[in-house]
């Protein structure tokens, strides 16, 4: 079946440091991907997607792109900031007809000043 | 617009006990889901409804049921709870269109004795 990995965290880092979390996928078809993120307290929102290979998502500075010859979307940020501690989800949706989303175990970030 | 509520935010259970966690939608939403949220876990699909009348069961489906009477409302009841159980749920919707995120609740923390 459809499968996500994520690396595993905590991660730490200090203020503008550079962000990479890995995601890898295993999935039929053609999956669209997305990485969601879940605030203290809160529930998860939706930070990016990518809907075919070779898409960028991007938003508020973080950026993945699809990957469909190494099966990934690794999430990337060029100068993370305290507000971006939070838990970080790699999701897939599998191809057209299905609303359903498989998701990694989350990646714990968090960044001191 | 509200988005996704869920009630209650809390909710201490003995084992045995039963109760219903209610989610509600106002983005007229066709697609609506429950998931569990542990640590290390991810997030796994309980149920889920394509629909007014309709549900379907996720991956870990087990010892819950849920109902979808109206279109705005999802419910989940647990008849007979168990420590297993002791969570935080989260509800979900989305609209039918390809590629569209699922809007997330803020969720509800369940405890177990």
């Known amino acids: 079946g459809d499968s996500v990995t994520q690396m595993e965290g905590p991660v730490t880092l200090s203020e503008e440091a550079f962000l990479t979390i890995n995601c890898t996928y295993t999935a039929t078809g053609y999956p669209s991907l997305f990485w969601y993120v879940q605030y203290p307290g809160e529930g998860l929102q939706l930070l990016l997607k990518?809907?075919?290979?070779?898409d960028k998502g991007s938003n508020k500075g973080f950026e993945a792109t699809y990957r469909k010859e190494t099966t990934s979307f690794h999430l990337e940020k060029g100068s993370v900031q305290v507000s971006d501690s939070a838990v970080y989800f790699c999701?897939?949706?599998?191809?057209?007809?299905?609303?359903?989303?498989?998701f990694g175990k989350g990646t714990k970030l968090s960044v001191i000043p | 617009n509200a988005g996704v509520t869920q009630t209650p935010k809390f909710r201490v259970l003995k084992t045995g006990q039963s109760m219903t966690l209610l989610c509600a939608q106002d983005m007229n939403h066709e697609y609506m889901y429950w998931y569990r949220q542990d640590p290390g876990m991810g997030l796994r699909l309980i149920h889920y409804?394509?629909?007014?009348?309709?549900?379907a069961k996720g991956e870990v489906p087990d010892g819950y049921n849920v109902s979808r009477l109206k279109k705005q409302n999802f419910l989940l009841g647990l008849e007979s709870a168990a420590p297993s159980q002791t969570s935080v749920y989260f509800c979900?919707?989305?609209?039918?269109?390809?590629?569209?995120?699922?809007?997330f609740g803020p969720g509800t923390r369940l405890t177990v004795l």
């Open positions: 990518a809907t075919k290979a070779d």
């Open positions: 409804s394509v629909g007014e009348g309709t549900t």
């Open positions: 999701a897939l949706r599998p191809g057209a007809g299905s609303y359903q989303l498989t």
């Open positions: 979900a919707s989305t609209r039918l269109a390809v590629n569209n995120e699922q809007f």
